[in-house]
């Protein structure tokens, strides 16, 4: 999903979504207001952040900045993964794959994500299901390295 497609989904949910000069934080989100640092230089980057701030509307309760707290740790890492699977998703792997993305920059490019957004969320997809996972007809390893292969029907 791009920023744009990412900010109709908040606005359809009653979210408003401003950017703001934020400093320590690239997104923030407080009732049903979520705050972009404006700075952050690409849409790309901006679309990351939302959906992670979409994740915390849908999976965390109360304030859960003290990550310190074991609740507030397992809170911030369900919004991490709501934002990965809004965002990438196995299937916006295997989508990528039959569009011929062979590498993790291009996969990127196709998801509209950052490298670096992918990189963590193959790791947070690795912490979830270990060497590979299995969805319809397709196996997507994360070790050695991130490949979808299609299994023979």
Same mark, same amino acid.
């Given at each position: 999903?791009?920023?744009?497609?990412?900010?109709?989904?908040?606005?359809?949910?009653? %979210?408003?979504?401003?950017?703001?000069? #934020? /400093?320590?934080?690239?997104? @923030?989100?407080?009732? $049903? *207001?979520?705050? &972009?640092?404006?700075?952050?230089?690409?849409?790309?980057?901006?679309?990351?952040?939302?959906?992670?701030?979409?994740?915390?509307?849908?999976?965390?309760?109360?304030?859960?900045?003290?990550?310190?707290?074991?609740?507030?740790?397992?809170?911030?890492?369900?919004?991490?993964?709501?934002?990965?699977? %809004?965002?990438?998703?196995?299937?916006? #792997? /295997?989508?990528?794959?039959? @569009?011929?993305?062979? $590498? *993790?920059?291009? &996969?990127?490019?196709?998801?509209?994500?950052?490298?670096?957004?992918?990189?963590?969320?193959?790791?947070?997809?690795?912490?979830?299901?270990?060497?590979?996972?299995?969805?319809?007809?397709?196996?997507?390893?994360?070790?050695?390295?991130?490949?979808?292969?299609?299994?023979?029907?």
């Amino acid at each position: 999903m791009t920023y744009d497609e990412l900010l109709l989904r908040a606005d359809e949910t009653g %979210l408003i979504v401003k950017e703001k000069p #934020l /400093i320590n934080n690239n997104g @923030r989100i407080k009732g $049903n *207001r979520v705050a &972009i640092r404006k700075s952050i230089p690409t849409t790309v980057e901006k679309s990351c952040v939302l959906a992670e701030e979409l994740g915390h509307y849908y999976t965390s309760t109360g304030d859960i900045i003290n990550q310190d707290n074991v609740s507030n740790r397992k809170q911030e890492q369900r919004a991490v993964g709501y934002g990965y699977n %809004l965002k990438i998703g196995l299937m916006g #792997l /295997i989508r990528a794959y039959e @569009r011929g993305c062979r $590498n *993790r920059h291009e &996969i990127a490019e196709y998801l509209d994500v950052t490298d670096i957004y992918l990189n963590d969320a193959v790791d947070y997809y690795k912490s979830k299901y270990g060497l590979f996972t299995t969805l319809d007809n397709y196996i997507i390893y994360f070790i050695p390295s991130l490949s979808v292969i299609k299994m023979l029907e």
